[in-house]
């Protein structure tokens, strides 16, 4: 959160072949991929789902231009769904093994901003305190404390995916969202370098229709003129 993503798949969904899915941020990787014998998780298998029916109706009614689609769930990247928290967990590896044996093809955009900006920005959103610097201090060193005392006895994966480490007084997984380094490596072990494109926030400010070229020529999808991409 915090790093533009919003503003990117604006841009992205103005494309006359992206076909939006049921909302922004299904956040349906990050959060309901539990697979038991519960009845609402086979209702959360089905809600993902539905969530791409409008381009299959297009699909269904003739429609025979190349169209795609996608999850824009920035939590995707980096959060991990519940059953992840178990120390015996495989994940983070996981998420993206299981993404990439359903969806082969599927590429996968990054978008980044610089750690600290992306972290303070974060506070001033969403942390529910007077929002003064002074608390923000003391929110990040309060990260910092109870990562250095969960690594004392567990490993970097566990502590990424434990809750009781990650959220802080903020409730916010403020840390942890500014680790890139660790998250993007661990998708790079399992996804093609050729189907993962990696953008920085700043660029986007500064330079949107450069950018967009770029994520369209990724996309596969037709060029379009400056006009069409910023109107």
């Known amino acids: ?81 519940p059953y992840t928290h178990h120390e015996r967990s495989r994940l983070p590896c996981e998420t993206p093994l299981l993404i990439n044996e359903l969806q082969p093809k599927a590429k996968y955009i990054f978008l980044m901003r610089d750690p600290v900006e992306r972290l303070y920005s974060s506070y001033w959103n969403f942390c529910t305190s007077k929002n003064v610097p002074t608390d923000f201090h003391k929110m990040v060193l309060f990260d910092f404390q109870s990562w250095k005392r969960c690594l004392e006895s567990n490993s970097t994966t566990y502590c990424l995916s434990n809750k009781t480490y990650v959220e802080n007084v903020c409730k916010l997984h403020g840390l942890k969202e500014s680790m890139y380094y660790i998250f993007v490596s661990i998708w790079m072990q399992v996804i093609p370098r050729d189907r993962m494109l990696f953008l920085k926030s700043e660029d986007l400010k500064k330079d949107p229709a450069g950018v967009l070229r770029r994520v369209y020529k990724f996309l596969e999808l037709s060029p379009v003129s400056d006009e069409q991409l910023l109107q």
Do not use: M
């Open 1 to 81: 959160p915090k790093s533009g993503t919003t503003a990117l798949f604006y841009y992205i969904e103005k494309h006359p072949d992206y076909v939006s899915s049921c909302k922004k941020e299904p956040h349906w990787w990050a959060k309901y991929t539990i697979f038991d014998e519960k009845d609402r998780d086979i209702a959360s298998v089905l809600y993902y789902i539905k969530c791409f029916d409008k381009t299959a109706q297009k699909f269904s009614n003739g429609h025979h231009k190349l169209l795609i689609t996608g999850d824009e769930s920035a939590s995707t990247g980096w959060r991990q769904p």
